[in-house]
T-cell receptor, first 112, second 114 residues
Framework: AQSVTQPDIHITVSEGASLELRCNYS??????LFWYVQSPGQGLQLLLK??????LVQGIKGFEAEFKRSQSSFNLRKPSVHWSDAAEYFC??????????FGTGTSLTVIP | DSGVTQTPKHLITATGQRVTLRCSPR?????VYWYQQSLDQGLQFLIQ???????AKGNILERFSAQQFPDLHSELNLSSLELGDSALYFC?????????????FGPGTRLTVL
């Protein structure tokens, strides 16, 4: 069965520090991959997505993610975190037939 | 503001009851998705409609049903409610039906079953 794993439930970083959120997926082929952000009391907002081509994708708000087929990973990165980045981050996979699977989320706290 | 609206924002009801959640997609979007977010199960895809037709089905219970109307708004009907159905229900919309299309999420309806 398809699955998405976000091993870090909660991460705390200092403002200005770099950030990496991990995501691993289980799927035979290369799925469509997404990262979403959810601020408290809000719906999800798409940060970036990967379908094919260049394995390093750029998103909104200064985020990027790298697809590594050999590791079945799609980790999200940001070189310098801002206090406004504090939120819940979800990795998601579309595994074909419009079936979407989400990870359990990583909660990001940013300390001044 | 994503342009997707959901009503009501909050709903409190009792076990065994039936409720209807409503979603209006962004102007021009033909596809609507429903998701359930709970502490137990996380975020789960329930069902997708495209231009009035069911397109994909996820982990939707038989007690739940949905439809998309000619004006493209969608309703999610939850019946014989159980305590475990308490969750945040999100609607999302996209322009087209393919899985690669960006989905725009509404603010959600928080359902509490007592």
């Amino acid at each position: 069965a398809q699955s998405v794993t976000q091993p870090d439930i909660h991460i705390t970083v200092s403002e200005g520090a770099s950030l990496e959120l991990r995501c691993n997926y289980s799927y035979g082929a290369t799925p469509y991959l997404f990262w979403y952000v959810q601020s408290p009391g809000q719906g999800l907002q798409l940060l970036l997505k990967y379908f094919s081509g260049d394995t390093l994708v750029q998103g909104i708000k200064g985020f990027e993610a790298e697809f590594k087929r050999s590791q079945s990973s799609f980790n999200l990165r940001k070189p310098s975190v801002h206090w406004s980045d504090a939120a819940e981050y979800f990795c998601a996979v579309e595994s074909g037939g419009n079936q979407f699977y989400f990870g359990t989320g990583t909660s990001l706290t940013v300390i001044p | 503001d994503s342009g997707v609206t959901q009503t009501p924002k909050h709903l409190i009801t009792a076990t065994g009851q039936r409720v209807t959640l409503r979603c209006s997609p962004r102007s021009g979007d033909l596809s609507v998705y429903w998701y359930q977010q709970s502490l137990d199960q996380g975020l789960q895809f329930l069902i997708q409609y495209y231009n009035g037709e069911e397109r994909a089905k996820g982990n939707i219970l038989e007690r739940f049903s949905a439809q998309q109307f000619p004006d493209l708004h969608s309703e999610l009907n939850l019946s014989s409610l159980e305590l475990g159905d308490s969750a945040l229900y999100f609607c999302a919309s996209s322009e087209l039906a393919g899985g690669y299309n960006e989905q725009f999420f509404g603010p959600g309806t928080r359902l509490t079953v007592l």
